[in-house]
Structure formats: structure tokens, C-alpha cells
């Protein structure tokens, strides 16, 4: 008797087990189950016990039939097909956009990037004092050229490099002023000679003394071409971050036949702005005021291990300050191969 009752208990299992799925599995709306009734596959169950199939009563169907459907419903077309894999309208994506139509791909600035107006704070006031000084000095200047015998040595000396740099034209133009002042000027850090992280110089003050850091040289070089003739137009004073020695510094750019120029005091050799890749533009300076860099629509998003790197803030969030600072040795390697931020 006892195995007729272990039977039975097991035959009873089965049959509560079978209910159980019956109730719970495929628990699907009629409003879907009507919506997916174009795209439905039949599905036969494995073989009864008896021998004869099953038919199930459930129905199978695909999403991407479901929205064709759909598609069709709503007057898309016969042969209307849309994919689940597709973004739908509305959704948050990490992709990089299209580019709208109309944009240009790059900046007219330095790096081809663009620029706009960085809000008022210690850059302005730096570069209004040292306006304010140049423009003093220019009266020195013309005193100079009116009465050589009453030019101090210093301003006498910036003049002959002024003279020397007009003499040239085009590309040769600009790399006299880059040599001629790179050779004039001894580098030596702020905080050594003047006992503070950052101070900026006009170009007298820096050959009354002979030396000066990055700033000191961009400043010098940007007086001399524009008291050569060189448009101020066609001038920047650049402020970068090196990447490749992870250090501030600054530069002078000169636009010659549409291209910007890179004047370097750690180099005598003139550099295209696509050349180097070392740097992240952070602020230009000319006789417009400070601006921030920032990238066209067109340009690719930066890879992650670039992200550190990208350009400043907008002027919503003008959180990107000026430390002033860079290597105090000229012996860097050469130019790198990182990209610059595009």
C-alpha cells in the first residue's frame, strides 16, 4: 500500500505544480497580446504523455514586430519598420551630436577655437595695469626716436629690436622678434626676482633688467611686432596649460596668412598652433581684453583620459584661475604626440 500512496502524493504534486504554472507564467495584457497580433508565432509545446502535441495557448511575439505594427497603425506606411534599437525621440544619450548645419568646423582663433569675453577678475587686472604701463611707455618711445641721445640704454636697446624685427617681412618678421627677444631676456621666475608668484612686466621693465618669465617675454614680443607694423588684430597673447610638464604658461600667437604662429620663449624655432599638441588653451589676451577659450560644436568630444584637460569653464562658471607658473628650465623634450583637445 505504501507505494500506491507515495504515487499518489506524487501524482497530486504534479498536478498543483501544473496549476501553479498555468496561473503564473506568461501573464500578458490583452491590449498587448492585441497589439502583437500581427507579429504572433504559434508555438507548439512538447509532446503529452499520450503521445499527441499540445498546442499552447500562449502567444509569442517580438517588440519590433509590435512597434511596425504600430507604425502601420498610425499611417507610417505598409512597410513602416522601426526598430527597438534605435534612441528613441527624448532620450538622454552620451553620444556626441550632429553637427547642425550652418556651423563651422573650427575657430578663427588660435587653436582653432573660438573665444568669448571671460568675466572680470584678476586676468583683467593684470592686463589693465599692464596696459596702462605700455601706454606710458610708448610716450618713451617716441621721445626716444625724437632725441636718441636722451633714450635710456635699456629702451634704446628694445628700439634697435624693434628696428631690426620691421626690417624683415612676413614669417621672417615674426621670427626675428621670437629669437631677438628670446636672446635678450634671461629667464628667471617671478617669485626669484621680484619675490612674488606672479607679477606681469611691460617691455621696458623687463630689458631694464634683462630678465623675466613666460609672460615677460609674451608681452615684449607682442609690443615689438605691433610697434613693427604688425596688426594688433593679428596678435594674442596665449595663456595654456602644458600638459606634457603639467604647468601654466604663456605664449604669444601671430596670425601670418591665415595660420596662427606660436612665439615661444623656450624655443627659437616658430611652431603652427596644430603643431602644438602639448597645449590646452585656457585664455587670449589682446588689445580687445581677456577671453575664454571654448570649443566649436563641430569638435569631437575629448577622450576620458583628456577630460582633465579641456578648455575653461564658460563664463557661467568662471572657476578657472591663472597660477602664473611654469618650469623654470628650457631643456623640454620635443613636441609630443597627445592630441590637442579637439
Same mark, same amino acid.
Given at each position: 500500500m505504501?507505494?500506491?500512496r507515495s ?13 501553479a504554472?498555468s496561473i ?7 491590449s ?14 512538447a509532446?503529452?504523455?499520450?503521445g499527441s502535441?499540445?498546442r ?9 514586430g509590435?512597434?511596425a ?9 505598409p ?7 534605435l ?5 538622454a544619450?552620451?553620444?556626441?551630436p550632429?553637427?547642425?548645419q550652418?556651423l ?15 568675466p572680470?577678475?584678476?586676468l ?10 605700455m ?5 618713451v618711445?617716441e ?5 636718441a ?8 636697446q ?5 628696428e631690426?624685427v620691421?626690417?624683415?617681412?612676413? @614669417?621672417?618678421?615674426?621670427?626675428e622678434?621670437?629669437?631677438?627677444i628670446n ?13 612674488e608668484?606672479? @607679477?606681469?612686466?611691460t617691455?621696458l621693465?623687463?630689458?631694464a633688467?634683462a630678465?623675466?618669465d613666460c ?12 610697434e613693427?607694423?604688425v596688426?594688433r588684430n ?10 606634457l610638464?603639467r604647468?601654466?604658461?604663456a ?10 604662429l606660436i612665439?615661444?620663449n623656450?624655443?627659437s624655432e ?11 588653451p585656457?585664455?587670449a589676451?589682446?588689445h580687445d581684453?581677456?577671453h ?7 569638435k ?22 591663472w597660477?602664473g607658473?611654469?618650469?623654470?628650465e628650457a631643456?623640454l623634450s620635443?613636441?609630443?604626440s597627445?592630441?590637442l583637445?579637439?
Amino acid at each position: 500500500m505504501a507505494p500506491h500512496r507515495s504515487l499518489r502524493r506524487a501524482s497530486s504534486f504534479v498536478v498543483a505544480a501544473g496549476l501553479a504554472i498555468s496561473i503564473c507564467a506568461f501573464p500578458v495584457s490583452r491590449s498587448l497580446a492585441d497589439e502583437a497580433a500581427g507579429a504572433a508565432v504559434s508555438v507548439d509545446l512538447a509532446p503529452g504523455a499520450d503521445g499527441s502535441s499540445i498546442r499552447a495557448a500562449a502567444t509569442v511575439f517580438t517588440i519590433n514586430g509590435v512597434l511596425a505594427k504600430l507604425d502601420r497603425q498610425r499611417g507610417r506606411g505598409p512597410e513602416a519598420v522601426r526598430l527597438a534599437a534605435l534612441t528613441p525621440a527624448g532620450t538622454a544619450t552620451d553620444a556626441p551630436p550632429a553637427q547642425p548645419q550652418g556651423l563651422p568646423a573650427a575657430g578663427s582663433d588660435p587653436f582653432g577655437l573660438f573665444t568669448f569675453r571671460a568675466p572680470d577678475g584678476l586676468l583683467w587686472r593684470k592686463w589693465r595695469a599692464v596696459e596702462g604701463a605700455m601706454a606710458r611707455e610708448k610716450t618713451v618711445f617716441e621721445q626716444c626716436r625724437a632725441d636718441a641721445q636722451a633714450c635710456p640704454p635699456h629702451a634704446a636697446q628694445f628700439l634697435r629690436l624693434v628696428e631690426a624685427v620691421k626690417s624683415r617681412s612676413g @614669417r621672417a618678421r615674426l621670427d626675428e622678434a621670437n629669437r631677438g627677444i628670446n636672446q635678450a631676456v634671461r629667464y628667471v621666475s617671478d617669485l626669484s626676482q621680484h619675490g612674488e608668484p606672479d @607679477r606681469w612686466s611691460t617691455p621696458l621693465a623687463t630689458f631694464a633688467t634683462a630678465k623675466g618669465d613666460c609672460e615677460d617675454y609674451a608681452i615684449a614680443k607682442y609690443v615689438a611686432l605691433i610697434e613693427a607694423g604688425v596688426s594688433r588684430n593679428d596678435l594674442q597673447l596665449v595663456l595654456v596649460r602644458d600638459r606634457l610638464v603639467r604647468q601654466d604658461h604663456a605664449v604669444l600667437a601671430a596670425r601670418h596668412e591665415g595660420r596662427w604662429l606660436i612665439l615661444d620663449n623656450r624655443w627659437s624655432e616658430l611652431t603652427e598652433d596644430g603643431e602644438a599638441k602639448r597645449f590646452t588653451p585656457l585664455f587670449a589676451i589682446n588689445h580687445d581684453g581677456v577671453h575664454l577659450f571654448a570649443a566649436p560644436y563641430a569638435k569631437r568630444i575629448a577622450p576620458d583620459d583628456q577630460r582633465e584637460a579641456a578648455p575653461a569653464a564658460p563664463a557661467a562658471t568662471p572657476t578657472v584661475a591663472w597660477t602664473g607658473s611654469e618650469p623654470a628650465e628650457a631643456s623640454l623634450s620635443a613636441i609630443d604626440s597627445l592630441p590637442l583637445l579637439l
